[in-house]
């Protein structure tokens, strides 16, 4: 999968998975320092997506 950075080049882990269990698919990021991320695949959350370089950048949700 794509290795995946937040808004400040901070690595998240990799993108594993997509899921598709709803209007907008999820992002399934694992083997960073905060566990496993589940990441909307929409542009409120996702900031660069860069094939060449296997990279994403993304917005992570904040937990409340």
């Known amino acids: 999968g794509l290795a995946a950075f937040d808004e ?3 690595a998240l882990g990799a993108v594993e998975e ?3 269990t ?3 698919p ?3 990021v694992r083997g960073g320092p ?3 991320l589940l990441v909307p ?3 409120d959350f996702v ?3 860069d094939l060449p370089a296997r990279k994403v ?3 992570v949700p904040e937990l409340k």
């Open 47 to 49: 900031v660069k997506v």
């Open 8 to 10: 400040q080049g901070q």
């Open 22 to 24: 709803g209007p907008v």
């Open 57 to 59: 950048v993304l917005k």
């Open 34 to 36: 905060g566990g496993e």
């Open 41 to 43: 695949f929409a542009e």
């Open 26 to 28: 999820n992002l399934v």
């Open 18 to 20: 997509v899921w598709n």
